[in-house]
């Protein structure tokens, strides 16, 4: 793959992402917080490197990295990259 291609796939997943997030916010607002439909669209995983600290007296750092993916994200993805791929051609 080459550097345009892997852009063109983070912008695919971020766009994606953010409207995941739209999903679910709208999921939150048309469903009550205890339904069963709510339920199941906020579900997700997280997956990823916890943070973790190193401690060397002179210097702390922190690094962390974790994906926290539920249904509405990845159907969000899933649109973006419906809808880039009929740009594109």
Do not use: C
């Not at 063109?8 to 439909?37: E, R």
């Not at 973790?52 to 649109?79: H, M, Q, R």
């Amino acid at each position: 793959m080459d550097v345009k291609n892997i852009m063109h796939v983070i912008v695919v997943v971020v766009v994606g992402s953010l409207l995941g997030m739209f999903i679910t916010k709208l999921t939150g607002i048309w469903f009550p917080a205890g339904s069963q439909i709510a339920g199941l669209i906020n579900t997700g995983i997280n997956t990823g490197l916890r943070p973790t600290t190193v401690d060397l007296n002179l210097l702390e750092v922190t690094a962390g990295l974790v994906f926290k993916f539920n249904i509405a994200s990845i159907l969000g993805i899933f649109v973006s990259a419906v809808i880039y791929k009929q740009l594109v051609k």
